[in-house]
Antibody
Framework: QVQLVESGGGVVQPGRSLRLSCAAS????????MHWVRQAPGKGLEWVAV????????YYADSVKGRFTISRDNSKKTLYLQMNSLRAEDTAMYYC???????????????WGQGTLVTVSS | EIVLTQSPGTLSLSPGERATLSCRAS???????LAWYQQKPGQAPRLLIY?????SRATGIPDRFSGSGSGTDFTLTISRLEPEDFAVYYC????????????????FGQGTKVEMK
């Protein structure tokens, strides 16, 4: 069964940085696009960023463009999200999710991790 | 960007009853690629239904869950509610890849809560 385990969340002051990680196992990580999706407390789901299986393409939601950077290390089967210039509105549970397309990215989230909570507060 | 509006906000039903959840898009969804997710408190979302017109069930999803619709109107039906089905359900449009400003990003509806009556 596909496993995704996020880490790196915590409490951070506005304007500071944080890096999230997502360790993947039990599937061929290098063949799938990967996403970050977030959920503010008591709110709905918001797609944040995607990286293609071969790292050649990366896209971001307008709300994080220029501040967040998605990356991956296929040799370590790990996905990352570097978050800079954090704002209070970035407070959320951050989930990594696998894209349902094999060697293609559809924007369908077929497996999710349990999430890591990021709280931006002074 | 496509806006998805789900209704009702909350559905109060009893186990064994049929649940019908609606998802309406602000514009026609390309290739009718619409997915449904279930989220229980304290858990990550889980993919239920995907594919053209939302007709394919994800691995391990029981056949009491079914999807239908096309264009701008989609429906998730749970034929007979089991106790474990009480949760929040989200619809999501996908398939427009890559998610550029022109094609629009991948968006979710605001969710429908199915609660026990």
């Amino acid at each position: 069964q596909v496993q995704l385990v996020e880490s790196g969340g915590g409490v951070v002051q506005p304007g500071r940085s944080l890096r999230l990680s997502c360790a993947a196992s039990k599937f061929t990580f290098s063949s799938f696009g990967m996403h970050w999706v977030r959920q503010a407390p008591g709110k709905g789901l918001e797609w944040v960023a995607v990286i293609w299986y071969d790292e050649n393409n990366k896209y971001y939601a307008d709300s994080v463009k220029g501040r967040f950077t998605i990356s991956r290390d296929n040799s370590k089967k790990t996905l990352y999200l570097q978050m800079n210039s954090l704002r209070a509105e970035d407070t959320a549970m951050y989930y990594c999710a696998r894209d349902g397309g094999y060697s293609f990215v559809f924007g369908l989230f077929d497996y999710w991790g349990q999430g890591t909570l990021v709280t931006v507060s002074s | 960007e496509i806006v998805l509006t789900q209704s009702p906000g909350t559905l109060s039903l009893s186990p064994g009853e049929r649940a019908t959840l609606s998802c309406r898009a602000s514009q026609s969804i390309s290739s009718n690629f619409l997915a449904w997710y279930q989220q229980k408190p304290g858990q990550a979302p889980r993919l239920l239904i995907y594919g053209a017109s939302g007709r394919s069930r994800a691995t391990g999803i029981p056949d009491r869950f079914s999807g239908s619709g096309s264009g701008t109107d989609f429906t998730l039906t749970i034929s007979r509610l089991e106790p474990e089905d009480f949760a929040v359900y989200y619809c999501q449009q996908y398939g427009n890849s890559p998610p550029t400003t022109r094609s629009g990003s991948w968006t979710f509806g605001q969710g429908t809560k199915v609660e026990m009556k």
